[in-house]
């Protein structure tokens, strides 16, 4: 096995190869063959699935400055071995860290400017670390099968983002930024324990793809991802409200979770908007222009929950996009009275949920129009 790896070694340094396969070779140890003389400085491509290393040498980017692209399966010291080198992989465009054991992602993931696509699916991972917001060229995101909670807020800084799939999780909850992702396309959150969804998801014409099936406290879908690709199959099963500490709107016998920003619930009887929400509103649209900066107001003026409020609103009115603070008007249209009821034939009881900003917006919101 030896002398066959230095011979395909040999080989792709004297043909100057741009692609390297060293998938299902056993190898324990990264092949020092590969860092010898030169010849090897043309590689963009190293492929080294299914193997069982644990370290990558420290001198592997100065040794291969053009690697591009790079796959590791059963890399199982990623983070106390391996980050110093992956920091250092500037030129890497898709890294494939899935079907390990990885319980921590180091932050010198964020110093990969250029990747493109990270797949880190099926491992042990409980969080992702911030510095993931500073890949600014990633397309692909795959976090299915780990223990995450929540997904970091940053993450809405990858404005490249294109696919992000975050299948069999824990998430009980996605942040209300990534609904600012500008190139997002599809999400798939598939088999977690979401009871609400942001209230602007699915409001970019880009996002066209949402699979959110089997989350089975998850009753309401924002009115907005009405008429996109949606799965959700498995939802709405019957739960006690007394269980869930959220705020819930019901309508008949429908009830729906809010998501946990949301103050207040507003009627049809409601005319007057509340002082903090008119105020909250009022300011939006006085300093919107300067909102990028968060301390354009002194935290005097306000506390810096409200500032972050201004910055990313709790949601946009679904009939006329108002920005909403603290209050919403929701009405319900329960997806099996609409046409989609055809496309999951009973196998969801969820409702289409309609945000709106004042009773005028609520009585005149129609689904179908």
């Known amino acids: 096995m030896a002398s066959e790896l230095c011979k395909t070694i040999s080989v792709a340094r004297l043909e100057k190869h741009k692609n390297l396969f060293l998938n299902y070779r056993n190898l324990h140890h990264f092949p020092l063959e590969l860092l010898k003389d030169e010849g090897l400085q043309y590689l963009e491509r190293l492929y080294m699935k299914r193997n069982s290393l644990t370290t990558l040498p420290e001198n592997l980017a100065q040794k291969l400055p053009n690697l591009f692209i790079i796959f590791y399966l059963e890399v199982d010291v990623f983070i106390t071995s391996l980050k110093f080198t992956i920091g250092s992989l500037v030129k890497l465009q898709c890294l494939d860290l899935s079907d390990n054991a990885l319980e921590i992602v180091c932050p010198e993931i964020g110093r990969l400017r250029a990747l493109r696509h990270l797949r880190l699916a099926n491992n042990q991972l409980q969080f992702l670390p911030p510095e993931v917001g500073d890949l600014k060229e990633l397309q692909t995101l795959d976090i299915s099968t780990n223990r995450l909670l929540t997904l970091p ?5 990858c404005l490249s983002l294109q696919y992000l799939t975050v299948d069999r999780n824990r998430l009980w909850c996605v942040p209300r930024h990534l609904c600012q992702l500008p190139s997002l396309n599809e999400l798939s959150m598939a088999g977690n324990r979401l009871a609400f969804l942001p209230l602007d998801l699915g409001r970019s014409r880009e996002l066209q793809y949402v699979y959110v099936d089997n989350n089975i406290h998850l009753k309401g879908l924002p009115s907005y991802l009405y008429n996109k690709v949606i799965g959700c199959s498995g939802c709405g099963a019957p739960i006690q409200v007394s269980e869930m500490k959220l705020l819930s709107f019901s309508s008949g016998q429908l009830t729906v979770f809010l998501p946990a920003e949301v103050k207040a ?42 500032l972050e409020l201004l910055h990313c609103p709790l949601g946009h009115c679904h009939r006329c996009s108002e920005p909403m603070f603290t209050i919403v008007y929701p009405k319900l249209f329960p997806l099996r009275e609409t046409p989609m009821a055809g496309l999951h034939q009973g196998r969801t009881t969820v409702s289409f949920v309609a945000y709106c900003c004042s009773t005028q917006c609520l009585q005149t919101f129609d689904l179908l129009s």
């Open 265 to 306: 619930i507003g009627t049809e009887n409601d005319h007057v908007l509340p002082l903090q929400e008119l105020a909250m509103r009022s300011l939006y649209h006085t300093y919107h222009g300067f909102l990028k900066d968060l301390n354009f107001l002194s935290p005097i003026s306000l506390p810096r929950s409200l």
């Open 153 to 157: 807020e940053r993450l809405h800084l």
